[in-house]
């Protein structure tokens, strides 16, 4: 166990990318706040549950993974292709075969939270008008988000076509980091204009700068020291997205032209405006 670190690259981008594979398996983390509006008293179950599900997984986690490096050995994580099955085949033996079923199962379980999730910012983004207005909408019948769960999952799909994996967790974990440092500084920002909001949920300070000193560097270290296509194309994905906002969000240049593909919508899918959308008081 002492050569564990034998043969690897200790640069500032090569821990960045490491550190991207890593946290790809805790990715989930802050699923739960986008479901806070059907959370009950969430200003007491938020914390409690992102505190106790975060330190629960970590610690299963990490036990986990000592019992895969236990039983097989540095050499034996290497050479495998699936790690949990191999465990269960050493481990289990005859039973191992009850692996395979646990990995699909949690590999279910994990698409459908990441699902819920973000169907769920999509149709609250719609919602204050920030997407076209029918992705706002759900089933007249069982009340689903359903252009929502669409529009998801074809984006999904899209994403799969390169085929690559390791590009996939770099060109996600690059966006989703620079994000988390952006959220942070909204953060920043809102408690210097607003200093006296009213804030339920509030923690020291310290704790965000922290993680935006980690986001920094997981954004900026592989750039700057080994830039890749994954990087570019995630940059150039954000910044195309403004060529869309600004002119029919910001200036809405289009109000009113797609009302023709809303009704179409509307009666293909069977959906009608969500009645949890918060009344204009304006």
Not at 219 to 233: H, K, N, S
Request: hydrophobic fraction near 55%; aromatic fraction near 14%.
């Amino acid at each position: 166990m002492k050569s564990g670190f034998d043969g690897t690259i200790g640069t500032a981008s090569g821990v960045a990318l490491a550190f991207y594979d890593a946290l790809w398996a805790y990715d989930g983390w802050n699923t739960l706040n986008y479901v806070s509006e059907e959370l009950k008293n969430p200003y007491v179950n938020l914390p409690r549950a992102n505190v106790i599900g975060v330190l629960l997984v970590t610690i299963l986690y990490i036990l986990t993974n000592i019992s895969y490096l236990v039983v097989l050995g540095i050499d034996g994580l290497l050479d495998s292709d699936a790690v949990a099955v191999t465990w269960g085949d050493d481990v289990l033996g005859a039973a191992g075969v009850i692996m395979p079923i646990f990995v699909m199962c949690s590999t279910f379980g994990a698409a459908n939270g990441a699902l819920f999730a973000g169907v769920r910012t999509l149709y609250a983004a719609a919602r204050d008008d920030q997407f076209p207005e029918v992705l706002s909408y759900v089933n007249c019948k069982r009340y689903t988000p359903i252009p929502c769960l669409i529009f998801t999952s074809v984006v999904s799909l899209l994403m799969l076509i390169p085929g690559d994996i390791g590009s996939l967790i770099d060109f996600f974990s690059f966006a989703s980091w620079m994000f988390y440092a952006l959220a942070i500084i909204s953060l920043f920002i809102l408690r210097w204009r607003l200093p006296d909001a009213h804030r339920p949920i509030k923690i020291f300070i310290l704790l965000p700068v922290i993680f935006l000193a980690c986001s920094v560097y997981l954004v900026v270290a592989p750039i700057i020291q080994d830039p890749r296509l994954e990087f570019l194309y995630a940059f150039l994905f954000m910044v195309g997205g403004l060529l869309f906002y600004i002119p029919l969000v910001h200036f809405q240049l289009m109000t009113g032209r797609f009302d023709a593909v809303t009704r179409f919508l509307q009666k293909i899918m069977e959906v009608v405006p969500s009645p949890y959308e918060e009344p204009d008081f304006g």
